[in-house]
């Protein structure tokens, strides 16, 4: 598909309400055929700025379409990233993350020469008297891992446990167009045991089910085509509550023995109903204290590192877990909201460096409000749009300007649709999916709302199900490659 026009504002001089008397930067690149984001992060080591610029010149054809955590201008080679307000204060010691994401032609060196606020980073300066303290969910210093995924990737859900409507389909008979198939549902019978079953539909419910030999050989046969299989956990019916140490270890314990037996390639956490909520007083989403959601990230960062760089994660939360944040975060400063409202975005702040692919159910939702602060419903482009705005621009927790919950990277993000009327309320009709994506990647076609950038590299798109898609003649999976190519 031809590639829309990309129209940067004109460098502007921003004032400087700190100078910096040395400083460091980490630039870390991911490239791929035409297209690239940099993760950045610049170390303050001299005295305290408040408001700050950082500069930089490309040797090649570097090209930036938008940023994260910034606000990002470039006039032929030269760039400069500014602060995006919330992140305006840099201690002695202290950093800024920041991304940006562009295009390319051309092999170029990776630029060595920074400024902030017009001083070289050369790494020397005053160093802090007392090292910084980190906190145990620090965003993400090096890109986000991309689980061996095309820059477009088709995402979805195997009816693997159970039947219904949509009838079962063998694994092996799954259209080779899916890049992610997550096998629907890993299970507990006990929400607070932590321990998780993968039980196969039986013959009963599903006649046509292969047997474990031919499940097997399907999962192998599906990853020498470079798909990957995941086993999703949770679901509407598979409530897990980690509430205890013992709890955690055996969720732990249990899915690396699944993972293991089916040779999967990783898993995706699909925890709704009453899985995850924060406690009264809990309301530092960078620094969570309630136990069901201290114990997931810490049960997702062991599996995460006994599986190493290749394992794949992804999360399906619903809009009531991450976008209501915006308005509503747990049960509030003086109690009496629902305390499930936000509760997903902890998980997702501590998981930032190795979350794979987070793809929001933008269904079976009520209105949310977006961040032109007005509510938006299910089931038209404008949505999509507005949901997915905020996870690629970020915004503040509660309100509360100086709690930011920060951008995810574009590749980091697809959006969750039903595939067919009958999946699930929602639907959204071919054309208006093209639409939010026209808006979302090229910045056109965005309707009443307007977007805090264009975002080329956004992953691709979610549905449940794989099943429903087949039973509708496979509209959903036919309209993502007629648009993506």
Known sequence: MAAAALVLPALVALPAHGAASGCSVNYTVNEWSGGFTAQ???????????????????????????????????TGAAVRAADAGYNAAIATGGTADFGVQGTWSAADPTPTAFTLNGTACTGNGTPPTTPPTTPPTTPPTSPPPSGGLPTHALVGYLHETFANGSGYTRLADVPDSW??????????????????????CPVAECPSVESDADFKAAIKAKQAKGKKVLLSIGGANGEVQLTTAAARDAFVSSVSGIVDTWGLNGIDIDFEGHSLSLNTGDTDFKNPTTPVIVNLISALKTLKARYGSGFVLTMAPETFFVQLGYQFYGSGPFGG???????????????????????????????????????????????HIAMTDMLLTGFPVAGNTANMFPALAPSQVAIGLPATTNAGNGYTAPAAVDQALDCLTRKTSCGGYATHGSWPALRGLMTWSVNWDRFGNNEFSNNFHSYFG
Do not use: C
């Open 337 to 383: 909201q629902d305390p499930r409202a936000g509760a997903y975005l902890p998980v997702i702040y501590a998981m930032r460096n190795d979350l794979t692919l987070l793809h929001v159910q933008d269904y079976n939702s009520g209105p949310i409000m977006g961040l032109d602060n007005q509510y938006h419903t299910m089931g038209g482009a404008d949505f």
């Open 40 to 74: 950045i992060k610049v170390t303050n080591l001299g005295p305290a700025v408040n408001g700050w610029q950082l500069a930089w010149t490309y040797a090649g054809d570097q090209h930036i379409t938008s940023g994260w955590n910034t606000t990002v201008t470039q």
């Open 179 to 200: 890049d992610v198939i997550d096998l629907a549902f890993g299970e507990t019978s006990s929400p607070t045991s932590g321990s998780i079953h993968f039980t196969r």
